[in-house]
């Protein structure tokens, strides 16, 4: 097998923005993302919290600490460079790997080829992008490299790595969260890139409407490459006319935004928790916005209805019963009409759940009988409350006792209906909300009638 050349860093090309003395410069036919990669990181942008004067990264960097470390953040904003910057800073070989390109054996050979070469004072980063790809056990492969110091492992995911790195390797590296971009820092990189004549667009002498430049970088949604490959485009459509980006240029470069989602990833999550949180709190336009956001990302609409259904009777439940109805039916419309049609249907189901009366006492009831029917004995079904088809069971005393409860007055029987163990236990309190107000005062009117028989008995 060949292996990678365990070069250092200084003998490879950093990229991004600036031309900085010493360094190499990437291939002019290279993408203008990659051309425009930050080599320092007085030319990195965003990421204060982390590499700003005095922050931990930062420190970490300048003091040569030599620990693994995962980043965690959305695409384009900065992880691969920030890794190339510091195996430039420390003089350290660089390795470069992709847990989509590449398998762990290969990287386990380049790993063991490391720490050979640790032992003549040669210091390695592997950096492994998108590591939250390889499974668990493949994750094991790290530990015993990353625990001898035999290489600085830094790892990259748009993953939450409390659930896709394996615990023993999160212990041994240091978790930095990257966020997005602003469309303030994006639009500096933007104009950086027009300017710049070593390896930006600055030898094309293209002019940009400001409009145009603000409509790139709002498209980028925080992803300083998505921007900048809508600029290259946006460049070769200037350069045919008359050297100026305007916005019509733009737009056409643009064609449609690409929203940030993994169906399968942690921003599911959290947008579809965005939307139940919203509606649970009354907010329509929020429940609208949320809804869109789920949708235009390519969201299956069914599961989105699936999730509708389940706010109505999580949150509304019986303070507006009806809203259980509607939901069904937004459900059945989506099915039938398919999108985009079907997704009004879900919009005015969202609307109505949040602007209805809200409960969750059904569903806080029920979680309590689930825990009381774990954590108690499970008594048999009073006899009283039995069927006695047979003779056999009539002598056993099955139903003997039990009261017809149409032929009682106001048709409620006193008769315990709960295991012995548990008579007395309630667990559904209604609200005062919606509907469930009548529920509660028929619940109290059903108590005084079992109380008044109850005095009649003991009389």
Same mark, same amino acid.
């Given at each position: 097998?060949?292996?990678? !050349?365990?070069?250092?860093?200084?003998?490879?090309?950093?990229?991004?923005?600036?031309?900085?003395?010493?360094?190499?410069?990437?291939?002019?036919?290279?993408?203008?993302?990659?051309?425009?990669?930050?080599?320092?990181?007085?030319?990195?942008?965003?990421?204060? !919290? =982390?590499?700003?004067?005095?922050?931990?990264?930062?420190?970490?960097?300048?003091?040569?600490?030599?620990?693994?470390?995962?980043?965690?953040?959305?695409?384009?904003?900065?992880?691969?460079?920030? &890794?190339?910057?510091?195996?430039?800073?420390?003089?350290?070989?660089?390795?470069?790997?992709?847990?989509?390109?590449?398998?762990?054996?290969?990287?386990?050979?380049?790993?063991?080829?490391?720490?050979?070469?640790?032992?003549?004072?040669?210091?390695?980063?592997?950096?492994?992008?998108?590591?939250?790809?390889?499974?668990?056990?493949?994750?094991?492969?790290?530990?015993?490299?990353?625990?001898?110091?035999?290489?600085?492992?830094? $790892?990259?995911?748009?993953?939450?790595?409390?659930?896709?790195?394996?615990?023993?390797? =999160?212990?041994?590296?240091?978790?930095?969260?990257?966020?997005?971009?602003?469309?303030?820092?994006?639009?500096?990189?933007?104009?950086?890139?027009?300017?710049?004549?070593?390896? $930006?667009?600055?030898?094309?002498?293209?002019?940009?409407?400001?409009?145009?430049?603000?409509?790139?970088?709002?498209?980028?949604? $925080?992803?300083?490459?998505?921007?900048?490959?809508?600029?290259?485009?946006?460049?070769?459509?200037?350069?045919? &006319?008359?050297?100026?980006?305007?916005?019509?240029?733009?737009?056409?470069?643009?064609?449609?935004?690409?929203?940030?989602?993994?169906?399968?990833?942690?921003?599911?999550?959290?947008?579809?928790?965005? =939307? !139940?949180?919203?509606?649970?709190?009354?907010?329509?336009?929020?429940?609208?916005?949320?809804? $869109?956001?789920?949708?235009?990302?390519?969201?299956?609409?069914?599961?989105?209805?699936?999730?509708?259904?389940?706010?109505?009777?999580?949150?509304?439940?019986?303070?507006?019963?009806?809203?259980?109805?509607?939901?069904?039916?937004?459900?059945?419309?989506?099915?039938?009409?398919?999108?985009?049609?079907?997704?009004?249907?879900?919009?005015?189901?969202?609307?109505?759940?949040?602007?209805?009366?809200?409960?969750?006492?059904?569903?806080?009831?029920?979680?309590?009988?689930?825990?009381?029917?774990? !954590?108690?004995?499970?008594?048999?079904?009073?006899?009283?409350?039995?069927?006695?088809?047979?003779? =056999?069971?009539?002598?056993?005393?099955?139903?003997?006792?039990?009261?017809?409860?149409?032929?009682?007055?106001?048709?409620?029987?006193?008769?315990?209906?709960?295991?012995?163990?548990?008579?007395?236990?309630?667990?559904?309190?209604?609200?005062?909300?919606?509907?469930?107000?009548?529920?509660?005062?028929?619940?109290?009117?059903?108590?005084?009638?079992?109380?008044?028989?109850?005095?009649?008995?003991?009389?």
């Amino acid at each position: 097998m060949d292996l990678p !050349h365990l070069s250092s860093s200084t003998d490879k090309p950093m990229g991004l923005f600036s031309s900085t003395p010493g360094l190499s410069s990437t291939p002019a036919t290279a993408p203008l993302a990659e051309r425009m990669r930050p080599r320092t990181l007085d030319e990195y942008v965003g990421q204060e !919290h =982390l590499i700003g004067p005095g922050k931990p990264l930062r420190i970490q960097i300048e003091r040569d600490d030599a620990s693994s470390m995962i980043f965690w953040g959305p695409p384009g904003v900065g992880k691969t460079t920030l &890794a190339k910057i510091i195996a430039e800073t420390t003089r350290a070989s660089f390795i470069e790997y992709s847990a989509v390109l590449s398998g762990i054996k290969e990287i386990k050979q380049v790993m063991a080829d490391a720490e050979k070469a640790s032992t003549y004072g040669s210091r390695t980063i592997l950096f492994v992008d998108e590591i939250h790809r390889f499974n668990k056990a493949q994750q094991d492969a790290f530990l015993p490299y990353v625990e001898r110091g035999a290489i600085r492992l830094i $790892g990259a995911t748009t993953e939450n790595p409390s659930f896709e790195i394996i615990s023993a390797l =999160l212990s041994r590296c240091r978790v930095y969260t990257l966020r997005a971009l602003t469309d303030e820092q994006i639009l500096s990189l933007i104009e950086r890139a027009l300017s710049d004549k070593e390896r $930006g667009l600055g030898n094309l002498n293209l002019t940009a409407d400001r409009e145009a430049l603000e409509l790139l970088a709002n498209y980028a949604n $925080g992803d300083a490459r998505r921007s900048l490959n809508a600029l290259e485009v946006s460049a070769g459509l200037a350069q045919a &006319a008359d050297n100026r980006i305007t916005t019509e240029m733009a737009t056409e470069a643009i064609q449609q935004r690409v929203l940030l989602y993994d169906k399968q990833g942690e921003e599911h999550y959290n947008l579809i928790s965005a =939307l !139940h949180k919203s509606v649970r709190n009354s907010d329509a336009d929020a429940a609208l916005y949320w809804l $869109g956001r789920m949708l235009q990302s390519g969201e299956d609409p069914m599961y989105v209805a699936r999730r509708v259904v389940r706010m109505a009777v999580e949150d509304i439940g019986l303070a507006a019963p009806e809203a259980l109805n509607l939901c069904l039916s937004a459900r059945d419309a989506m099915d039938f009409l398919g999108s985009p049609e079907g997704e009004l249907a879900l919009a005015q189901a969202v609307v109505y759940l949040a602007l209805a009366p809200k409960s969750n006492a059904v569903y806080a009831a029920y979680g309590e009988v689930q825990s009381d029917i774990e !954590h108690t004995r499970a008594e048999p079904v009073p006899l009283h409350l039995r069927n006695a088809p047979t003779g =056999l069971m009539k002598s056993l005393g099955y139903s003997k006792g039990y009261k017809y409860a149409h032929d009682e007055a106001g048709r409620v029987a006193d008769m315990e209906c709960l295991p012995e163990s548990l008579r007395g236990r309630t667990w559904y309190h209604p609200t005062n909300e919606g509907r469930e107000k009548l529920l509660a005062q028929r619940m109290e009117e059903i108590r005084k009638i079992k109380e008044a028989k109850k005095s009649e008995k003991e009389k």
